[in-house]
């Protein structure tokens, strides 16, 4: 069954308001720290920050929330001093898009940094305004020997994992600023709706995991108000806020925005949920997802209402942002002989190929939220991603990525890079057609990253289809090792802009790095 999220239209009716609990929480700068709520009176504030989302050479998403209605306005210069600023007038935010908003820049300057402030003013007396909240970023060059470099992971407070102030919160996020990329992709799990923060877990070696709670996060989420409230969640972390101001993000989803291994017409077994039809809870996360992040596609003005999209960063490099739970068949044994739904839907595989024959970049990364070789179950007999444990010949959702493959090859596409999170632990598989079942294709390289606030787990089994040779692992032996325990994994992608040659870093958190490998430019496979 293919399944097309609905885009809710932004009307302005029965819509529940965000949690106090969390907008107190947030009110101070400290992580944990209570304070009162918002006032009701005085001018609005912005104090969830700032992001910005899919910057090009000459374009940027500035997202912001406020505290009440009120107008967004945003100013961009050149310089810190905002001289010869360029003011944007942006949407009036409300309870309807529970008070955040977001404005497009277009007509930037390739190559440069931008200095921007977000302004909240009174809907009723523009002269009432709130404190800005500043931000930078840099648009993606025009010239080739600029170079990239950018990060990637995913899996954000996962399995019970959530903002421990005891350790500083997601330190993680201030190390991954302090590299200063050129943006950040996040491969999926951007929250866990279905995992429940408890204000204290205890660890096997006796130490207590302590966690900043919100009322939100008691329960699985089922309604908007509280898929809302979990996107709020990770944003009363102070090392997210920063990051956000000074790192754009790429941005795609995965199973836990909405619930665990979850597909379209899905029917939940679960007393957890009184919603049952997942359908209707993917509608209401898909909702919050658009309202809490700056994504191109799900902007009101871009009129296409999907997760899929190309973001292109200069000459260098394309992103090719896949959705592979949107569309998907449903889990199961996955040995179908015919599958032309698979993980993408049909329309979604014809839309890459077509973009993929069509970009002029150098290097071609794929974004998928989900491995290729790596057996993800669900339950005692189903699988949740492309993989299904048989070493064979294509079979399942693996006959849609042959077909894809197959098509890179026949095409003669280079510089095909796939990154992916989602496994809870960092690896590296290059995939070769000698080592194959399936041989039509030509070798390629896939990378992990993952979790950044979440529990790590043991290595999954490789499935030998597409002849997946694991170059690289790092994980653990045991199920769920807290963030306390073991350091959180992103990775660091750094293309030359003299040579071309693309240099993939999987990296632990405290500056290690597990793994590096340079890919040289122009070749279909590497």
């Not at 959180?488 to 632990?508: K, M, N």
Request: glycine share 10%.
């Amino acid at each position: 069954m293919s399944y097309r999220p609905r885009i809710p239209s932004l009307d302005r009716r029965g819509v529940l308001r965000g949690s106090l609990v969390a907008s107190a929480a947030l009110a101070l700068p400290v992580v944990g720290a209570a304070a009162p709520a918002f006032a009701l009176s005085g001018r609005p504030r912005a104090a969830w920050g700032v992001q910005v989302g899919d910057v090009t050479a000459s374009s940027a998403l500035v997202w912001v929330r406020s505290d009440r209605p009120a107008r967004m306005v945003v100013e961009t210069s050149a310089t810190e001093s905002f001289r010869r600023a360029r003011t944007w007038h942006g949407p009036l935010v409300g309870s309807d898009t529970d008070f955040t908003g977001t404005t497009p820049l277009y007509g930037l300057p390739p190559g440069e940094q931008v200095h921007y402030r977000v302004t909240l003013s009174d809907p009723e007396d523009p002269r009432r305004t709130g404190e800005p909240v500043y931000g930078t970023f840099r648009t993606a060059p025009a010239r080739r020997r600029d170079g990239v470099r950018f990060l990637w992971s995913g899996d954000i407070a996962g399995q019970g994992w959530g903002i421990n102030p005891d350790i500083g919160g997601y330190v993680v996020y201030d190390e991954m600023r302090r590299l200063d990329p050129d943006f950040f992709l996040c491969s999926g799990d951007n929250i866990y709706a279905d995992g429940v923060i408890e204000p204290s877990v205890p660890l096997p070696d006796g130490r207590v995991w302590r966690n900043v709670t919100t009322a939100e996060k008691g329960k699985v989420a089922e309604t908007l108000a509280e898929y809302r409230g979990n996107f709020r969640y990770n944003l009363l972390d102070r090392n997210l806020r920063d990051f956000n101001a000074q790192v754009p993000s790429i941005v795609q989803w995965d199973d836990h925005e909405v619930r665990n291994n979850w597909y379209p017409g899905q029917i939940l077994d679960d007393s957890r949920y009184t919603e049952k039809n997942v359908n209707v809870l993917a509608d209401r996360s898909m909702r919050a997802f658009r309202e809490y992040f700056p994504v191109s596609t799900l902007h009101a003005s871009s009129g296409e209402g999907r997760m899929h999209r190309v973001v292109r960063h200069g000459p260098l490099l394309d992103v090719f942002v896949l959705d592979m739970r949107s569309f998907r068949n449903a889990n199961s044994p996955g040995r179908q002989p015919d599958d032309t739904t698979g993980i993408l839907g049909a329309e979604q595989l014809s839309w890459l190929k077509h973009e993929l024959s069509r970009s002029r970049a150098v290097w071609k990364v794929i974004a998928a939220d989900m491995p290729l070789g790596l057996v993800v179950t669900d339950g005692a007999t189903d699988f949740e991603a492309v993989a299904q444990g048989d070493p064979g010949a294509p079979l399942g959702r693996e006959l849609q990525i042959a077909e894809l493959l197959r098509y890179i090859k026949h095409r003669r596409i280079t510089g095909t890079v796939w990154l992916t999170a989602d496994v809870h632990y960092t690896s590296a598989q290059h995939y070769e057609p000698e080592r194959a079942a399936f041989k039509d294709f030509a070798p390629f390289w896939e990378f992990v990253s993952g979790p950044l606030a979440a529990g790590q787990f043991p290595a999954n089994a490789l499935d030998a289809t597409f002849g997946p040779d694991r170059v690289f692992v790092r994980a653990p032996d045991r199920a769920n090792v807290s963030p306390m325990e073991s350091p959180q994994f992103f990775g660091e992608v750094d293309i030359d802009g003299g040579s071309g040659e693309l240099t993939v870093r999987l990296r632990a958190q405290g500056g290690s790095v597990l793994f590096s490998k340079v890919l040289q430019p122009g070749r279909v496979g590497q």
